[in-house]
């Protein structure tokens, strides 16, 4: 049974920095793509960050591109997330997601591929103040 738990969100100030956890309990954790989705109060779920599985090509939103940067350590099956410089618009609550999907190289692809997959973590919380 595949288990996603976040942990490292709480409160920040703007401009400083955070990083989150994702713990994968996952067979083949290495064949899987990595992926972080967040969700502010009153909006949808949005893409942030993939990881591909196959080369760790990495892919960002535009609105995080160049501040935050994803990762994962295949030993202990983690992948995480660097947040700089942050900012009040990056409030939210942040999930993992895992899929075996297609060698992506588009926001669509990761964006979709992870959703269509739905395998989710329960979500860890940031909010960043101004």
């Known amino acids: 049974q595949v288990q996603l738990v976040e942990s490292g969100g709480g409160l920040v100030q703007a401009g400083g920095s955070l990083r989150l956890s994702c713990a994968a309990s996952?067979?083949?954790?290495?064949?899987?793509?990595m992926g972080w989705f967040r969700q502010a109060p009153g909006k949808e779920r949005e893409f942030v960050a993939a990881l591909r599985w196959s080369d760790d090509y990495t892919y960002y939103s535009d609105s995080v591109k160049g501040r935050f940067a994803i990762s994962r350590d295949n030993a202990d099956n983690m992948v995480y997330l660097q947040m700089n410089n942050v900012k009040p618009e990056d409030s939210g609550v942040y999930s993992c997601?895992?899929?075996?999907?297609?060698?992506?190289?588009?926001?669509?692809?990761?964006?979709?591929?992870?959703?269509?997959?739905?395998?989710w973590g329960q979500g860890t919380q940031v909010t960043v103040s101004s």
């Open positions: 997601a895992a899929g075996q999907i297609p060698a992506c190289t588009s926001h669509f692809c990761f964006d979709q591929g992870l959703r269509d997959v739905g395998l």
């Open positions: 996952i067979r083949s954790f290495n064949t899987y793509t």
